[in-house]
């Protein structure tokens, strides 16, 4: 199974791509999708839907893993992320994924065995299990495959 991981935001967002397959699972790709501060939010939006249809054309995942929003201190800030939430779960229908959405307790626990773990831990816990020789840079990125790892588990 090809599952494609995201970690939402508008500035950043984070994806990646694995193939699990008997409790393995192998990078397929990741990387993020990066839009400038200073364009509209409609533009940031825009660029978006484009990359992230084009990823999901070049690496043909069947299943959408989403983290979740967690998070209430600026308004402003979840209200964006809610929006390009918005278009990756537009995405994942459009290409007629199956989609899943965790928290990201849900995925720490997933990940590490522990609700709480830090950020290091949850990288490193994705660079072992797939077996890569560094962790994935920038977090976005390790988080979108600590997601779909997440799902990959779930399913199983």
């Known amino acids: 199974m090809r599952i494609l991981g995201i970690d939402p935001g508008t500035g950043i967002l984070g994806f990646g791509v694995i193939e699990a397959d008997h409790g393995k699972a192998q990078l397929v790709d990741a990387g993020v999708i990066r839009t400038p ?56 229908k459009q290409a007629g994924m199956e989609i899943y959405e965790y928290t990201p307790m849900q995925i720490k626990m997933a990940v590490t065995g522990y609700g709480k773990a830090e950020k290091k831990q949850i990288q490193e816990m994705v660079r ?17 495959l600590a997601a779909a790892l997440t799902c990959s588990m779930t399913l199983r």
Do not use: W, Y
């Not at 501060?37 to 070049?58: G, N, S, Y």
């Not at 797939?130 to 988080?143: H, S, T």
């Open 37 to 92: 501060v200073h364009e509209d939010d409609a533009v940031r939006l825009q660029t978006i839907f484009e990359e992230l249809t084009d990823i999901i054309v070049a690496t043909k995942p069947t299943v959408m893993s989403v983290e979740k929003l967690f998070f209430a201190r600026n308004v402003t800030t979840a209200m964006t992320v809610s929006q390009a939430r918005g278009v990756v779960l537009l995405c994942g």
């Open 128 to 144: 072992v299990i797939l077996g890569l020789d560094e962790v994935p840079k920038p977090d976005d990125c390790a988080d979108a």
